[in-house]
Every structure is written in structure tokens, then in C-alpha cells.
């Protein structure tokens, strides 16, 4: 497998959450054993593989899921809590920088924050004088009228937004139901940064966690994709394995809604850069055969050389 025919991020399966089971290598693929029996999945069409509690997995797997770019995710029961993360592979800093560079200018960065903002709003026009504060405020009461709305339109009796991941099971289902559909979506999301290149640690909106950059991107797609569908399962006759159900109706929305096409060209669209710049994966032939150092002069001078010694004579 070369990494000329590995799929776009946009075409490939969003995620697969498993629990209690033996992750092994077969060829080309992992394979999935449990009690149940054993099943095998095209890793090179995986963006992201959420590892839960119970969850063994061999080196050789690891080997074949890096080499593909799936991201390993490795969570709480239901995929809830985020522990650690297995990268994708990236060749090239060049999408960090550009991240980099966004975030270190106050100036740049509160632009960053106001495109989120204009993306929530669906680009409604938002006054350019707002400060960042009263756009929380706008934001506070978009996500307040949208659960209200959720709650009336499938018949869910909504009280507010609360849970506890220590107190799981006495969470009250809709809660529960959200967290469990917004936890797919970290996921994802995570896979579609740290697949191009960019830090999921560096926030614009949200600072301080090592998923930052994730709950900004998550934030832009929450009322059209995973809240609904979490009030729709909720509000419906299907009861039992609520959380399963809900993993499946995510992969389900995330289809339907064409979300792997959409990540990518949003990220670059919020940090102002070019549609082209953003790709999964640096080709081989395009990656550069030289290392560089940075120069404040000239941008960058050759790598992999002595620098103290002169220079050969032409």
C-alpha cells in the first residue's frame, strides 16, 4: 500500500468505536476478535478507530494503522473520555505553521474566532464591531433555542445540559445521548487535524486543553449533526443500548450530511487559508529530499550539512 492509493480523508468511513475485543494485523487489514467471533476491517479506508475499555492491541496493528493515516483514539466506556491519541501520518509542517502563525497574532486570532462564529451563524451577517464577549453571548442563546427547539420538535423533556462522566449510568438520557453522539464527533474531527498536519491543542476559541483546536471545529457542525440526531434517537421507541444506538445513528447523520467533505475546507476556510493548502497526505514525491533550517534572512538554507565549514569552491 503506497501512499499515492490511500483514499481521501472525504472518502473514507468516518469511525469505528470498539470495546473488549483483541485488535490484531492480517495482511492489509485489522481484525476484530471477541467472544463473538472475528471480523475483518480495511484499515486504509478507516479515518478513525476509537479504542474503548477492554481493548488489546498488537504493535503490528499499530504499525498498519499509522501507515494507512487512521487516528487511534484510546477513550472511556462509550467513548466519552479522551485518554490518548495515535497520530496519523503527516510529512510536513506546513499546515502547523500556518496554525501557528493565526494563533500567536492577537489580531489574527480574535479573526480566527469571528469566522467560528460567522460559520456557527451560517454566515448570517454579524456585526464586525461585536466584541468577543457579546458573541458568546449571541452564541449562548443560539445553542439555548436549539436544544429548546430539539426538545419540542421529538418530544424530549429538556432541562439544561449537565453529566457527569463519573456518575454515567444515573445520567438523565438526552444528556447522555448528546455526549455520547458529541464524543463521535471529537473523534472525527480529531482524525481530520492531526491527518492534514494540525494541532488539536492549539484553540482559538477554546485554550487550555489538549483538544482545543477540536472543540472549536466540533462547535461548527453541533446543532446541524450530532444534537439533533441525539434528541431524534431519544424521542423515537428505540430503547434499548441507547449508546450504541446513538454511535450508529452518528455514522449514520455524518453520511448524510457529507461531514468528512466539510471538515477540511472549513479549518482552512476559519484560519484564512488557501482552499488548495490543507491535503491528508504528502506524496512521496512531494515531500522535500533535503532537510531545511530556518533563516530569519532568508527563510530557510539547507540542511544535513556542517554549516561551520566553508563553503566548496564552485
Known amino acids: 500500500m503506497t501512499l499515492q492509493a490511500l483514499p481521501r480523508f472525504g472518502e473514507s468511513w468516518s469511525f469505528l468505536y470498539v470495546e473488549k475485543c483483541v485488535v490484531e494485523r492480517e495482511q492489509n487489514c485489522i ?16 479515518s478513525c478507530l476509537l479504542l474503548g475499555p477492554g481493548t488489546n492491541l498488537t504493535s503490528s496493528a499499530v504499525e498498519l494503522l499509522a501507515a494507512n493515516g487512521t487516528s487511534m483514539v484510546w477513550t472511556g466506556e462509550a467513548g466519552v473520555r479522551c485518554y490518548a491519541a495515535g497520530l496519523g501520518e503527516t510529512r510536513r509542517a506546513g499546515n502547523l505553521l500556518k496554525q501557528l502563525e493565526a494563533w500567536a497574532n492577537p489580531k489574527e486570532r480574535l ?7 460567522r460559520v456557527r451563524f451560517d454566515d448570517q451577517q454579524l456585526d464586525p464591531n461585536l466584541t468577543l464577549e457579546q458573541l458568546r453571548g449571541k452564541e449562548g442563546v443560539r445553542v439555548r433555542t436549539a436544544y429548546e ?17 463519573q456518575h454515567w449510568a444515573s445520567t438523565d438520557p438526552i444528556n447522555r445521548a448528546i455526549s455520547v453522539a458529541n464524543s463521535c464527533l471529537h473523534g472525527l474531527v480529531h482524525a481530520a487535524l492531526v491527518s ?3 494541532s488539536p491543542a492549539i484553540g482559538f476559541v477554546h485554550t487550555g486543553k489538549a483538544l482545543s483546536f477540536v472543540y472549536d471545529i466540533a462547535d461548527l457542525y453541533k446543532m446541524d449533526v450530532t444534537v439533533p440526531a441525539a434528541f431524534q434517537l431519544i424521542g423515537s421507541s428505540l430503547k434499548d443500548e441507547p449508546d450504541r444506538r446513538m454511535r450508529l445513528a452518528c455514522r449514520d447523520r455524518f453520511r448524510e450530511t457529507r461531514l468528512l467533505e466539510r471538515i477540511l475546507p472549513d479549518v482552512q476556510r476559519v484560519l484564512g487559508m488557501r482552499a488548495e493548502v490543507a491535503r491528508l497526505y504528502d506524496h512521496s514525491e512531494d515531500a522535500p529530499a533535503d532537510s531545511r533550517l530556518w533563516d530569519p534572512t532568508t527563510g530557510e538554507v539547507l540542511g544535513g550539512q556542517n554549516h561551520g565549514e566553508p563553503e566548496p569552491k564552485p
Not at 463473538?36 to 478507516?46: E, F, N, Q, T
Not at 479573526?111 to 462564529?117: D, G, I, L, N, W
Not at 418530544?155 to 457527569?164: C, D, S
Open 196 to 198: 492534514t498536519g494540525f
Open 111 to 117: 479573526e480566527v474566532c469571528k469566522r467560528m462564529y
Open 31 to 46: 481484525t476484530l476478535t471477541d467472544t463473538r467471533g472475528r471480523v475483518a476491517v480495511p484499515s486504509a479506508a478507516l
Open 149 to 165: 427547539t430539539f426538545g419540542k420538535m421529538f418530544g424530549v423533556k429538556w432541562e439544561g445540559r449537565f453529566y457527569k462522566t
